[in-house]
């Protein structure tokens, strides 16, 4: 294999064409996104100088006119200060109300300590903000009393409150508690913290990149992070990375400034509301004043090897930004593709009321399959035939894993082959199944990567959740975006969300095929099904290429 730059499908297949990946070496954490003055700038947590973490991180920066296609930058932050000599960590971007963005983030300092640090543009009307000052103040927090030097990191975007005072969160921990600290200023440069913590869970452990943000009780729109309070117009997510089992989990809420309180309407556990249940972590959101919607981007890390990394010279991808919403049920969220990518789509194919009978598969033809986008959705009748299951103690996960796509159930599983090979012995299945309990459905979704590649030495577990669907009502729907190494899908018009990173060698170019399958007994409906070529986006192209009028 030879360097990302060389950019051969044949050569890197695992480069993406639609999602977002520096030019080579390591990334993970997408840090402070925004839009301002016309241009989204994404940050984003960076290795220049190998395919592995280091603690040693820098920020590098793109830009985009409309979050598909991205204008790489120099490095935005360097670990060249005293105040985070050893790494400059994740962090978030806020646009003060005089239309100025300032950066807090998170240094390692010359004591390895983690300190939070505050950075402006150099020159504010530079439509890119190429150059980055640091503040002369830094670090602008100090590690708390009694916390670890090490535990103590990823400041949020600050919000306004009623009192005219900002308000941040850091994520850390005691004894396990994860905790997310808070933090009033006046100046965004001298900080004082609360005397009581946002918000804590026992037994958590670390938290990493929390972010809080309010959503509409009714409606799809977004919020800029200042609204604290609409008269029961907004509820509040307070999401955190757990470091422990690296997943981002997130909670709904009453957020109350006057008495700087928080009331989770949902305990956070290891059970509880995941943005997706795949590989995603480290989220970041933003508002987008242009759209007036949420967005939201995760670093997807690669499950191959050290060795692949080091061989391919590159590693992590981002999500497709997603918009995010608050579901009409008020109890989770809901998330979609960015309509943006539309503008990459080509070669429309589609159909509609298709039986597919039990142990049946039609291709999908006509498109490009290997970088796709897929949407389908299943009625089902009959369900009075649906194997029984309590769903009570029940992990997804597992099931998904005991009851794999070779499983043959009643409903289920159906669903989409992706990235599979002529024979199908690749293929990556995403699918559901569907249980009854006294009279009561349960939906499950399921990624299972077991048969994704060839290759051995490749994290290929399946994932799996629960989609809050009534099946009786409406009908099962199932979105993918398959993009050579990453294949991100949405459940239920959204509402479970799950992505894998899968390596396959056959499944590769022109030999990679897509299928729609159920291998339940039971016959089911496709009701409608459509699918797109994607074309390539031009990510990180050279800085000359992008202008506002094009
Ligand atoms: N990654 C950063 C930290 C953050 C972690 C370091 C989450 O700031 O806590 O690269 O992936």
């Not at 919020?223 to 029961?232: K, L, P, R, W």
């Not at 459509?530 to 990510?539: D, H, Y």
Request: charged share 20%; net charge negative; hydrophobic share 35%.
């Amino acid at each position: 294999m030879t360097s990302a730059n060389s950019e051969s499908p044949l050569e890197q297949p695992y480069r993406t064409a639609f999602h977002f990946q520096p030019p080579k070496n390591w990334m993970n954490d997408p840090n402070a996104p925004m839009y301002y003055n016309g241009v989204y700038h994404l940050f984003y947590q960076h290795n220049p100088n190998g395919p592995l973490f280091t603690v040693q991180m820098h920020w590098a920066h793109s830009v985009s006119l409309d979050l598909i296609n991205w204008t790489h930058l120099d490095l935005a932050l360097a670990p060249i200060h005293p105040f985070d000599i050893n790494g400059c960590w994740s962090g978030s971007a806020t646009i003060l109300p005089e239309n100025k963005p300032i950066i807090l983030y998170t240094g390692i300092d010359s004591n390895n300590c983690q300190v939070q640090n505050l950075a402006v543009p150099k020159d504010p009307s530079d439509p890119y903000l190429h150059e980055w000052i640091k503040h002369t103040n830094n670090p602008v927090i100090n590690l708390p009393n009694g916390i670890l030097h090490d535990e103590f990191r990823d400041p949020s975007t600050a919000w306004l409150a009623h009192d005219g005072k900002w308000r941040i969160i850091v994520g850390s921990q005691k004894d396990k508690t994860g905790i997310a600290f808070l933090y009033h200023s006046t100046d965004l440069v001298n900080w004082s913290k609360h005397e009581t913590p946002l918000y804590e869970v026992a037994g958590s452990g670390i938290w990493e990149c929390v972010d809080f943000f309010p959503v509409l009780v009714d409606g799809k729109n977004g919020v800029d992070t200042s609204v604290v309070n609409m008269n029961g117009g907004v509820k509040h997510v307070l999401k955190v990375g757990m470091y422990d089992n690296v997943r981002d989990y997130y909670m709904i809420g009453d957020y109350d400034s006057v008495k700087e309180q928080y009331v989770a309407q949902n305990e956070l556990t290891v059970d509880t509301l995941r943005l997706d249940y795949g590989k995603y972590y480290a989220s970041k959101s933003f508002y987008d004043p242009v759209k007036n919607r949420r967005i939201l981007m995760a670093w997807v890390n690669e499950s191959d090897s050290e060795a692949d990394v080091i061989a391919k010279g590159w590693s992590g991808v981002q999500s497709l930004p997603r918009s995010v919403w608050l579901d009409r049920n008020q109890k989770q969220l809901v998330q979609w593709p960015v309509e943006e990518i539309e503008m990459l789509h080509e070669n429309e194919v589609g159909f509609q009321n298709k039986d597919l009978e039990g142990g049946s598969l039609v291709e999908i033809e006509g498109i490009t399959a290997w970088q796709a986008d897929a949407t389908i959705s299943f009625k089902l009748t009959n369900l009075e035939e649906a194997e029984e299951l309590d769903p009570s103690g029940i992990d997804p996960q597992v099931l998904c894993s005991d009851m794999n796509a070779s499983k043959k159930g009643k409903f289920g599983p159906f669903g989409l082959l992706a990235l599979a090979s002529h024979d199908l012995t690749e293929q990556t299945a995403i699918f559901f199944r569907v249980f009854q309990n006294n009279g009561k459905y349960t939906v499950v979704m399921c990624s299972d990567q077991s048969r994704s590649s060839t290759r051995n030495g490749i994290d290929k577990t399946t994932y799996g959740a629960f989609v809050d669907i009534d099946p009786q009502q409406e009908e099962i729907s199932l979105r993918t975006l398959i993009d050579h190494s990453i294949v991100e899908s949405f459940g239920g018009g959204g509402k479970t969300c799950i992505t894998a990173r899968v390596y396959p060698t056959l499944a590769i170019g022109e030999q990679a095929k897509l299928f729609a399958f159920n291998y339940g007994t039971e016959s089911v409906v496709i009701s409608d099904l459509k699918a797109w070529s994607v074309k390539k986006a031009q990510i990180n192209i050279q800085e000359t290429v992008i202008c506002k009028d094009q």
